[in-house]
């Protein structure tokens, strides 16, 4: 197993979704589905939490997780992005531990559907690409670049791209981002020029920011816990 830092960044307030860190989904909260899917992967790197909310540190601290500092106000408001939030825990390990972990996975609790075996998967494809830089856990949008129509200067539909492109298209599902340090670094980017996609489905892409997800979410979970039909 390459030298692994997991990372975990959990801000404490939230406009749209007040407590959703903390609150039961289907008996668990967001901050245990997150580790259940770490205990199953059974990776052998330790987890950091940042988060600038003292309870979360609690709750994450009684997960197993390290919890050595509060997020600087600069790094916990609303528009606050994650790469500095990212960077700033990244710098706290290389200074308590005197270097920096090979690599780095960015788990946002926000993901309940993912799975130990995405995580396994990202891990050792990355350790089978040598030329690549990160991967990044994703989703396909089904349609081809051919098929989308921004709009112009002038507020008309104009194509994308060519209409014999038919090339898949993919967006980022927040499920994951496992990257070289080395490339974070030097690029400062959570999507540096060589990045691979680990493509989930839509279930897997379930992504906890509002009530409607959550409800989604909750459905989901317990029908997985449903006992098979008779």
Do not use: C
């Not at 090339?167 to 060589?194: E, K, Q």
């Not at 996609?197 to 959550?214: F, G, I, N």
């Amino acid at each position: 197993m390459s030298d692994l830092l997991i990372i975990i960044p959990v801000r404490g307030g939230s406009k749209r979704l007040p407590g959703k860190h903390t609150r039961l989904l289907a008996g668990r909260n967001l901050l245990e589905r997150t580790q259940d899917a770490i205990g199953e992967a059974d990776l052998g790197a330790p987890v950091l939490l940042t988060t600038d909310d003292e309870e979360i540190a609690g709750r994450g601290r009684a997960l197993g997780w390290q919890a050595p500092f509060l997020r600087p106000a600069a790094l916990a408001g609303d528009s606050a992005p994650t790469l500095p939030v990212l960077l700033h825990a990244l710098d706290w390990w290389r200074r308590d531990s005197g270097r920096d972990p090979e690599l780095v996975l960015l788990l946002q609790t926000t993901s309940p559907m993912r799975s130990a075996d995405m995580l396994r998967a990202a891990v050792a494809l990355l350790a089978r690409r040598d030329e690549a830089d990160a991967v990044v856990g994703v989703r396909r949008l089904g349609l081809g670049a051919n098929r989308i129509f921004p709009l112009d200067a002038g507020g008309f539909l104009t194509p994308l791209a060519p209409s014999e492109s038919a090339a898949p298209l993919f967006v980022p599902n927040g499920t994951l981002y496992l990257i070289r340090s080395v490339s974070l670094r030097r690029h400062g980017t959570l999507f540096p020029p060589a990045t691979l996609p680990l493509e989930m489905d839509s279930v897997a892409s379930v992504d906890v920011d509002t009530e409607a997800d959550w409800r989604l979410a909750q459905a989901l979970l317990s029908g997985q816990a449903a006992p098979p039909p008779r």
